[in-house]
């Protein structure tokens, strides 16, 4: 999939590596972030429920070791 994209984004006149991907809403699943790392994707945005300062922030952390 992202070579074929990147080769439309080519006969398109566009430089595939000026092209940034993202998946939003994404899981809090180190083995999903792995593979979009791996297949090139530049980030991801956690899907997070609406809560609670506190809530929120502890739900924050858990999403860090997920980044590197």
């Known amino acids: ?3 074929a994209l ?4 080519r006969k398109a006149g566009r430089d595939p590596a000026s092209f940034e991907l993202t998946l939003y809403m994404c899981a809090q699943d180190r083995a999903l ?3 979009c790392r791996d297949a090139g994707l530049h980030r991801v945005v956690f899907l997070l429920q609406p809560e609670p300062r506190d809530a929120a922030l502890r739900a924050l952390d ?4 997920l980044t590197r």
């Open 1 to 3: 999939h992202l070579p």
């Open 6 to 9: 990147h080769e439309r984004l």
């Open 33 to 35: 972030v792995e593979r």
């Open 62 to 65: 858990a999403c860090l070791p």
